[in-house]
Structure formats: C-alpha cells, structure tokens
C-alpha cells in the first residue's frame, strides 16, 4: 500500500497529462485557423499570379514574354544558378534553408533565406521584402502554394518576367534589351550566363558599374551549368571566351531590386 507521501506526489500527474492535451489542443486549433486564414487570404491572388506579373511588368515598363520567347541557354543558367533542383522540389528547398540558417546563425544576422526559385517569386510578387522569419514562413507557405497550382515552366516563366535585372529592367525581355539590344529569344550562352549572375546583387553585379564582378559572376553561372549537366565543360569555356557584345552604357545607381534576390 501507498503511503500517504507517495499519494500526494503521484496525484497531481492525470491534472498535469489533461492540461498538456488541452495545450495540444489549443495549438492544433490556433495552426489549424491560422492555416485557414492564410489560404483564404492568399489563394485567390495565387490563382491570379500570372496576371499580377503581367500587371507589374507593364507597371515597370517592361515586357511579358512566353517561355518559348526566352532563350533555352537563359532558362538553364537560371536555374543553375538560382536553385538547381527547381524542377525536383514542391517549392522550398529544406537542404538550402538548413545552410542558410547556420550562416545565419554563425553571422549572428539574417545574412542567407536559401530561397528556390518559386519562394523568390512569392516574395517578388505578394509579399514585402522584410526580412522577418514572419515573412520567411509566409513565403515558404506561398511556394507550396504556387508549386501546387502551376506546371514548373510557369513558375519559371512568371519568376523571369518578374525578377529585377538592374539599370531599370524589370523581366528578362528588358534585361536583354538593356544590356545586349536584343531580344530574350536570341540571348548567347555567355550572356545568359552573365544575366544570371546578375540576379544574386542587381547593384553589385551590374555590368556596366563593374564589368569584372558581372563576369566573375559570368564565370560562376558557368561553372554550375557544367556541375548540373545543364553544358559541358567544353561549351562553358567556349562561352567564357565568346565576346559578350554588351552595348555601350553609363553607370548610374540601379533603382528598384535588392542587392540579394534570395534573401
């Protein structure tokens, strides 16, 4: 038989084991609202994204272009450069996040997102440029959201379009023209490549404010469309040593973008 001193100590433990189920509870209800919340906040723009872009390029003065008008060379670069398994994830990428959060970490600051494409077009187009984790999960959300609605070649076709190449080019088609006089459709391998890398610091990689960090950058696209398989190592020196044709331009503060689009 218990004594009473054992009683009294093991009585408390149902009270403790029914106030942990109603706190599971009370969290699985305010998850489960907030999830709701959210997609009814969201999914009618998600539904509408393509049309969003549209709207913000024309508002920006770019063009929309189709995919097919956007050179095959431009197509892979980009995602060699920005999240080589954009075509294999549901949106986020769990290994991109984990190392971005131990630089972060390690820097004591929000320096790395590990943003895919699909979460950097989320954020370019329906949310802030905060750097808030608030903001972070809003856009891990949107990209399961947006990979769930659209084939891949949509989202890379709207992330293309949307994204901001510096020198006031807003999309690929004014990015092309800005820099080559050409359209997206004729776009070399050098310089979609070179295009690319314009993407990671729209400011700091601007070829025509500082050639040799746009073409390191150049050299960088490169080297990842030779790691994915995406060129050989042929093609990537071929392309490395192709001249660039980049039209003559003066160099002014780049307007608009961030100095990290995958923050």
Not at 11 to 18: E, G, K, M, N, S
Request: charge should be positive; charged fraction near 20%; hydrophobic fraction near 45%.
């Amino acid at each position: 038989m218990l004594s009473e001193a054992e009683s009294s100590r093991q009585a408390p433990r149902p009270r403790r084991r029914r106030w942990a189920l109603w706190a599971a509870a009370g969290i699985l209800l305010a998850g489960t609202w907030t999830g709701l919340v959210f997609w009814q906040t969201y999914a009618p723009q998600v539904n509408q994204l393509e049309s969003i872009v549209q709207h913000q390029v024309l508002v920006n003065g770019g063009s929309y272009v189709p995919l097919e008008r956007i050179a095959p060379e431009m197509r892979a670069a980009v995602v060699a450069a920005e999240d080589r398994t954009f075509y294999r994830n549901w949106g986020v990428s769990w290994t991109g996040i984990g190392r971005a959060l131990i630089v972060d970490i390690v820097s004591l600051e929000y320096a790395e997102g590990g943003s895919t494409i699909t979460q950097q077009l989320a954020r370019e187009t329906l949310l802030t440029r905060e750097k808030t984790l608030r903001r972070k999960l809003k856009e891990i959300a949107l990209a399961v959201m947006i990979t769930r609605t659209y084939p891949k070649d949509k989202i890379l076709e709207m992330y293309l379009n949307a994204v901001y190449f510096g020198h006031g080019a807003y999309g690929v088609e004014a990015a092309a023209e800005t820099y080559f006089a050409k359209p997206a459709a004729a776009l070399t391998l050098a310089q979609s490549a070179l295009l690319a890398g314009v993407l990671q610091g729209p400011s700091l990689y601007d070829p025509f404010c500082n050639l040799d960090g746009a073409r390191a950058r150049e050299r960088y696209v490169l080297e990842q469309m030779v790691e994915t398989g995406a060129i050989t190592p042929e093609q990537g020196d071929a392309a490395w040593n192709a001249p660039l044709y980049l039209i003559p331009g003066s160099c002014f503060p780049s307007a608009g973008g961030a100095q990290r689009s995958r923050a």
